[in-house]
């Protein structure tokens, strides 16, 4: 969630807002801070070793006897900020993968690309047709929900697999065979954030949220969650018309509105909205301890002029909070590989379990090609009951002893994958505003 905020997009764009994961990244070295990854696990992350990145792909390669990779990742756009922390994750999994023997036996190679963002449509069809036209076996990405809608009916009708670390629309549960995410939807977050919302005390909840399908489709999980943990919405209910259009500038009269119905609590549910949903709360003398945010707009505010002092609210974000271990990992690799750091750590996760994922599927197949990897997915993920492994290595040592019927369980935490190629449970990580950051790391909540 880096330095611009979350654009209005027609569907739910993956990305959290670009500053609010650098404040993240922040939020994982509060002390006491915990994780739910598995990643310390691996081997290597016990040796605590950066390791090299794998070779750039010829395109000369038959992808039935070489796992070919091509990532599709914001390198450019407005989620740019979000790239290095799936490309590390990528990275260091390759990396992992090729230190292990490879995948049946053969050193992977990759092909990295661009998919920017839907401002800038015409680099992700491009950049697609360039992974399909040398022959990927899969692809990691897109982050963004309707980058990844805008090119899949491409990439589907080439029959290869697309696996998004980072999307969270609703609408994309199912949407194709070839299609696959370890990232919670929206439904997920929905839960949890109003499980959280109400076991803070609050029994009235009001919501402004936005006209658009990502504020009310999240809109809808969030409310469904409060009522049945007891609370009422008491503003911005499913059915009451009282979202505001995307376009809105001033927000007096939604203020008003939702203060008149006495909330205990408010819930933005918006995008770049709230800058100035913000001002008119605080001037209405609302407290800024009774707000939440959602992925979409749980950014860092320090350099927005009038925002007002958020310490004590709070929001929620897909994903969990890396732990220190991992994170130090993916940072050796980037800073090696990729003479850079990593400042936002949103998906890196993900990315990293993505990959792996399909690895082992190919491994399980007895070849990299897309059908095979698409058929055993599912599998590798848990859905058919198998030993359980924490790491490349240890998994494949399962496959080669003759264990096809592993599960692989990695940093992300989530649960098998679904017959809607979902995660069937995954977490949903809760931040508490410090001044006008949200630094400090609470609590993984599992949906």
């Keep these: 969630m880096p330095g ?3 654009t209005r997009r027609g569907l739910a764009v993956v990305a959290i807002g670009a500053t609010a994961v650098i404040a993240l990244a922040a939020c994982s070295s509060t002390s006491g801070s915990t994780s739910t990854s598995s990643a310390s696990s691996s081997s290597a992350a016990a040796s605590g070793t950066a390791l090299t990145a794998v070779s750039t792909c010829s395109g000369s390669e038959d992808n039935k006897t070489t796992f070919k990779l091509g990532t599709f990742l914001p390198l450019t756009g407005s989620l740019a900020s979000l790239g290095p922390a799936a490309v590390a994750g990528a990275g260091q999994a390759l990396s992992e993968i090729a230190k292990a023997g490879g995948v049946n036996g053969t050193a992977p190679c990759i092909i990295s690309t661009d998919s920017s963002d839907t401002d800038h449509p015409t680099i992700g069809q491009q950049n697609i047709k360039k992974l399909l036209a040398a022959k990927v076996g899969a692809i990691l990405g897109a982050e963004s929900s309707s980058v990844s809608e805008a090119v899949l009916p491409t990439v589907a009708a080439q029959s290869t697999v697309m696996f998004s670390p980072a999307n969270t629309d609703d609408k994309l549960t199912g949407i194709s065979p070839w299609y ?3 990232a919670p939807p929206n439904a997920v977050e929905g839960n949890a954030l109003g499980q959280q919302v109400v076991q803070d005390g609050n029994s009235k909840v009001g919501i402004l949220v936005f006209n658009d399908s990502y504020g009310t489709n999240l809109r809808n999980s969030i409310q469904k969650s409060i009522e049945g943990a ?7 209910a499913q059915g009451k018309n009282q979202e505001f ?10 203020v008003s509105a939702v203060l008149a119905t006495k909330p205990d609590a408010i819930i933005i549910d918006a995008f770049d909205q709230t800058a100035q949903i913000l001002p008119a709360l605080a001037s209405a003398g609302w407290s800024m301890k009774k707000v939440y945010f959602v992925d979409g707009n749980l950014n860092d505010y320090s350099a927005t002029k009038g925002i007002p002092d958020l310490t004590g609210a709070k929001g929620s974000t897909q994903g969990v909070n890396p732990s220190d271990s991992f994170k130090a990992l993916l940072q050796g690799w980037y800073q090696k590989n990729e003479n850079g750091k990593v400042d936002a750590w949103g998906y890196a996760a993900e990315s990293y379990d993505a990959v792996t994922i399909m690895a082992l599927a190919a491994d399980i197949a007895g070849d990299s090609s897309p059908a095979s990897i ?15 492994c924490k790491s490349y290595a240890d998994c494949l040592k399962l496959i080669k002893s003759g264990t096809k019927n592993i599960h692989y369980e990695g940093p992300s935490g989530i649960g ?21 950051a949200p630094s400090k790391f609470l609590n993984s909540v599992k949906g």
Excluded: C, M, W
């Excluded at 259009?245 to 939604?254: D, G, R, V, Y």
């Excluded at 058929?375 to 030993?387: A, E």
């Design 180 to 182: 696959f995410r370890d």
């Design 416 to 436: 098998p994958l679904n017959a809607g190629h979902d995660p069937s449970s995954g977490y949903i990580s809760i931040y508490q505003y410090v001044g006008k």
């Design 374 to 388: 698409q058929k055993n997915i599912l599998p590798v993920t848990g859905s058919t009951n198998g030993t359980a």
């Design 245 to 254: 259009p995307s376009t809105e500038t001033n927000f007096s009269s939604e």
């Design 230 to 236: 007891g609370g009422t919405v008491t503003y911005g």
């Design 4 to 6: 611009t905020l979350r």
